[in-house]
């Protein structure tokens, strides 16, 4: 490991219109590190994603990745470098097959490696990355489904293949935007083991908007609590859980003054 | 599923079902080259702008079926061709008739490439669509006051080429030689289009048109693949054009309006926008309802009208839409495998 943190942010601020949703929000993510970012709704969590991804721009602050100032950097550049995204409701190419929605973002990765494509006048996909497609369907459980259109699949193997495309690109962070919004219990601790057996796996790093506990503890080592677009508690998950100014957020102040 | 997504590349459609469907093709393609002697000349004249229709309606459909984008003013890429090609033959601009093609071609595709670059984060939606609609009306109201254009007349008399390869001369003035010369060009640009889709071109289009942001968040510089797609589909439009200049041998004023724009969309939304081969069907059954209606005026809109209707409310996916519903229940699967 270098001394470069993989990713950070330095007072990031973001604006809709005059209204501001973040209001200088600083964070560091090491290489293969897992900081969860909490706070109820409307705390600026997916905000702070989207400039994280770049699909939003910020009136100032700064993004590195791999040290490298990206702040400017459109967000299919920033995933050419190595930052993965899911979003909250999943979203794959709906009317193609689960594997060709694979091997779109696969050939989409040659492209931005500069990897040339051998043989380029055949119209099909290279037999290679047929293969390599099918094999991270199978990583992630939905080999079977291969054939079925993205459309016709279930919620939550849908989230298995959004996972898939933001493999297919070798991600050095992967960036989950509630990975477990809206499934059953049982399936959530299916993505649970999913993403934690990636992250052995390949070493990626994660960060992620949660709101079920459990989830969270089970992946992150850090969290950071953000409450009306700022920063009011970060730290390892143990210390966060006993903030007193979480708690009040989570509980309403009186509340937990009551229980006291 | 539709016949867009990747079932041929994925071999999901047995070999049976692609030879079958090829002999069809070969088929097809002889019995166009020898239409010139089974049917009369008019209905020669009627096959031949089918052709040039489909060409067209495959172009406007590369935009909507297979990247999502809709231009309503698709007849303008059509009139660059056709005016180019019209005043090249007519005027003599010692360029051999291929180069003029290829000419013709590549001027729709640096119209687009400007409409795209000026245009470049907003080549979506209605945006595009009422751009596209004024740049062509502007463009009727410049040749209608350009002279060498032949303003309201049209630009008439245009004479039939003849190809020079330097070893040997193709002459296309007599008879049904255009004619011939017209499907071969068809079957090579119909075959470039159809690799366009179906390479990784078509995929990167096809992600793009399913879902930008996530196309985005697999690296795809989205805004750039518009652009291409947009430059392919507006260069085969006035291929479409400039083919039809030397078949009619006119190119008037009535090929630049809104309603010329239409066609290309109607042909696609009747055969059926989720198939390569939906607009090329869509051509071929629109030429056959208003040549079997042209004896009665103003039935033939009508007519055309009402099928619309039919398609749109009954048929969103088109004729072809149809038939493949139609063959997967009565190979008894109900509904996808």
Known sequence: MTG?????????RVSYGAFEVIKGVSLSVDAGDALAIIGPNGAGKSTLFK???????????????????????PAHLRTAEGMGRTFQVSRVFLELTALANVIVALESRQRCKKRGQGRWWRAAP?????????HLLSQLGIAHLRHEVAAT????????????????????????????AGMAPADRMHIVDLILSIRAEKGVAVIMTEHDMDVIFSISERVMVLNYGEVIAAGTVDEVRNSQTVREVYLGKDMYHAEG | MSEASLAAAEGRRSGTETRLGLLCLAVLVVLLFLAPGLVNPGILFVIGMTLIQAVFALSWNLLFGFTGLASFGHAGFFAIGAYFTGAALRYDFHLPFLAVLAVAGLLGALVALAIGVVALKRLTGIFLAVLTVALTEAMAKIIGFSPALGEQDGLGNIPRPVIDLGLFRIDLTHGDDYYRFLVVATVLIVAALWWVVHSRLGRTFRAIREDADRARFVGIDVARYRVISFM????????????????TRI???????????????LNSLLGGFTSFWGPIVGSAAFSTINYFTRGFPGLSEIMVGGILVVVILVAPTGILGLLGKLRRRALGKGGRK
């Not at chain 1, 470069?4 to 990031?12: E, G, K, R, V």
């Open chain 1, 4 to 12: 470069t943190p993989l990713l950070t942010a330095t007072d990031l």
């Open chain 1, 51 to 73: 400039a994280l991804t770049g699909e939003i721009s910020c009136r100032s602050g700064e993004v590195r990745f791999l040290g490298k100032d990206v702040t400017a950097l």
């Open chain 1, 126 to 134: 290279e037999p290679a990355l047929v293969e390599e497609a099918g």
């Open chain 1, 153 to 180: 699949i279930s919620h939550g193997d849908r989230k298995r293949l959004e996972l898939a495309l933001a493999l297919a690109l070798d991600p050095l962070i992967l960036m989950l935007d509630e990975p477990t």
């Open chain 2, 232 to 247: 392919i589909s507006g260069g085969t439009a006035a291929l479409a054009g400039a083919l039809s200049a030397p078949l």
């Open chain 2, 251 to 265: 190119v008037t004023l009535d090929q630049v309006n809104w309603l010329a724009s239409t066609q290309p969309i």
